[in-house]
Structures are given as C-alpha cells and as structure tokens.
T-cell receptor, first 114, second 113 residues
C-alpha cells in the first residue's frame, strides 16, 4: 500500500537559515510526488511536484525538492527561510497522473524564529 | 469565483444529526475531490468526481457518508447520523482535468457535539 512518512512533526529554524523537510514514501512503481503548504486559514497550496525527468524540481516561493529513488525520499529545501514561510507542510504521493487523488503525510509544522 | 468555495466555513451539529457540506469548484473544472483532515493529520481522500459521476469513492469511511454532483459543478457531501469521530475539517479540491493541478478550498470545520 502507498504511504507517506514525514518524520519531523515540528521544526523550528531561524529566519535566514536553510531548511530541509524530510519525506519518505512507500510505493511499488514510480510515484508522482508533491509538496503542499497550508497556512492558517488558507487552503492547501501546491509548492512543487515531480512526475519524471530531472530529479531536482523547482517550485514557487524559492522552494526545491529532490527525488531520490534509492532512498524513497522527496525532501523539500529552501536556502534561506523567511518569517512568512511559517506554516504546515505536507508531502503527498499519487500512484497515477490523477493529481487530485493523493495520499498525504502527517505534515510538518515549521516555526520561524526572528 | 476565483477559487474553490466551501460553505459553511464552520458547522456545529449534535450527534445523530444529518449535515450537508457544500463545495463550489473553480468554473470549468471537471474534476472534484473531497478530503477529510483530522486534527494533527494530513488530509485523507474521500471521493473523486469526474463530471457528474463519482469516479472513485474508495475513501468514504462507511455508508453514512455520501456525495453528489448532479450538474457537474457544485458538490454536496452528506453525512447521516453524525458521530463525534466525524469531527474534522472537510476539504474540497477541483482541477481542470484529473491530471492537472488540484486547487483546494479553505475547508469546512465540522464539530459534532
């Protein structure tokens, strides 16, 4: 069965520091992978997605993620965090190109210290 | 509208009552999805519509949950005989087709007391 694990429930970083949020997935074939952000009172917003090709994908708001098949990982990174990045981040997987039917991880809450 | 609209934003109901949650997708989006997000968890898929028909309802937890989309636009999620465990945020998403980016609404927070 497909599953997504986000090992870190809560992460705190200082503003301007780099960020890496971890995501591990379980899926038999090549997965379609996504990162979403959810700010308080806002809907989920797609940051980036990986379908195939270049394993390093660029997204909005300066985020990037790298697909590593050997590690079943799709970690999200940002070189310099801004206070406005404080939010909850979800990694998700789909077994097909149906990009609306997703299995989400538990989420990682990001707190940014001034 | 500009985005996916869900009403009401908050709903408090008594155990055993019937509730309806409404989703207005982005105009022109043929695919529509319902998710449930419990506190501290990621969203869980409930049902997917392509047009008027439910293409995949594998995520509905039991027969108390039902969803319709009679004209291929607005969708209603219906929950009968609500239980306290149904308390969650119910999210709706829509996309132009099944293989394009899905846009999420802000959700309906359902509290069963």
């Amino acid at each position: 069965a497909q599953s997504v694990t986000q090992p870190d429930i809560h992460i705190t970083v200082s503003e301007g520091a780099s960020l890496e949020l971890r995501c591990n997935y379980s899926y038999g074939a090549t997965p379609y992978l996504f990162w979403y952000v959810q700010s308080p009172g806002q809907g989920l917003q797609l940051l980036l997605k990986y379908f195939s090709g270049d394993t390093l994908v660029q997204g909005i708001k300066g985020f990037e993620a790298e697909f590593k098949r050997s590690q079943s990982s799709f970690n999200l990174r940002k070189p310099s965090v801004h206070w406005s990045d404080a939010a909850e981040y979800f990694c998700a997987v789909s077994g097909s190109s149906n990009t609306g039917k997703l299995i989400f991880g538990q989420g990682t809450t990001l707190q940014v210290k001034p | 509208g500009a985005g996916v609209s869900q009403t009401p934003s908050n709903k408090v109901t008594e155990k055993g009552k019937y509730v309806e949650l409404r989703c207005d997708p982005i105009s022109g989006h043929t695919a529509l999805y319902w998710y449930r997000q419990s506190l501290g968890q990621g969203p869980e898929f409930l049902i997917y519509f392509q047009g008027t028909g439910a293409a995949d309802d594998s995520g509905l937890p039991n027969d108390r949950f039902f969803a319709v989309r009679p004209e291929g636009s607005v969708s209603t999620l219906k929950i009968q005989r609500t239980e306290r465990g149904d308390s969650a945020v119910y999210l709706c998403a829509s996309s132009r087709q099944g293989n394009t980016e899905a846009f999420f609404g802000q959700g309906t927070r359902l509290t069963v007391v």
